[in-house]
């Protein structure tokens, strides 16, 4: 079975410029998780979706931050614009049962930096 | 407002010793604790949990604490093996869904 998997894996990008990153989860799993890293901090929750729908955006930063997951599938997380602070390791989790708590599955994550 | 803390951004452990892992926080709400461990390049993996119900969960060499009343957990890793040299988060929840983590413990264990 395939894991959570992300892409693109690295993405460089100039302050003000618009980035999307894409997470592909387990195949069905409904429970679809953003997070990030940043500067070697803690992981940060960014929000949750149940199928196509946001359960959780509370963690989102701003509304530079845009997140969908159209037909219940893959996620996209758009930055628009980008700014410096922004830059930091964006992890996409999955799960299948709602409420297991050792079952949320990470991918690799995505290392944005703005320059 | 970090909620969950490790102070120990890092630890070196000889081969076969054990590991503790501390991990401290400070919402009384979160009733689910988890470990994690990751690798360069990868994402976290779980490792082990715990619900506040219980104080102590173990599964093979690893073995998680819970002190409610000082809000605090550690992971114990007996015996330590080179192969479990990563970095661990701890993270709570008190929904299963919204995990907060740690900032994360890097582990170091030598042959």
């Known amino acids: 079975e395939a894991g959570v998997t992300q892409f693109p894996s690295h993405s460089v990008i100039e302050k003000g410029q618009t980035v999307t990153l894409r997470c592909d989860p387990i195949?069905?799993?409904?429970?679809l998780y953003w997070y990030r890293r940043v500067m070697g901090k803690e992981i940060k929750f960014l929000l949750h979706?149940?199928?196509?729908?946001?359960?959780?955006e509370s963690g989102m930063p701003n509304n530079r931050f845009l997140a969908e997951r159209t037909g219940g599938t893959y996620s996209t997380l758009k930055v628009q614009p980008a700014e410096l602070e922004d830059s930091g390791v964006y992890f996409c989790?999955?799960?299948?049962?709602?409420?297991?708590?050792?079952?949320?599955?990470f991918g690799p994550g995505t290392r944005l930096t703005v320059l | 407002d970090q909620q969950v803390k490790q102070n120990s951004p890092s630890l070196s452990v000889q081969e076969g010793r054990i590991s503790i892992l501390n991990c401290d926080y400070t919402?009384?709400?979160?009733?689910?604790f988890l470990w994690y461990k990751k690798y360069p390049a990868e994402g976290p993996t779980f490792l082990i949990s715990?619900?506040?119900?219980?104080d102590k969960n173990e599964d093979g060499r690893f073995t998680v604490f819970l002190n409610k009343s000082a809000k605090h957990l550690s992971l114990h890793i007996v015996p330590s093996q080179p192969g479990d040299s990563a970095v661990y988060f701890c993270?709570?929840?008190?929904?299963?869904?919204?995990?907060?983590f740690g900032s994360g413990t890097k582990l170091n264990v030598k042959p």
């Open positions: 993270a709570a929840s008190d929904d299963f869904n919204k995990f907060y």
């Open positions: 919402n009384s709400m979160f009733d689910y």
């Open positions: 979706f149940v199928k196509e729908s946001k359960q959780d």
């Open positions: 715990i619900s506040s119900i219980k």
């Open positions: 195949s069905g799993h409904d429970n």
């Open positions: 989790a999955s799960s299948q049962v709602p409420g297991a708590v050792n079952e949320q599955f």
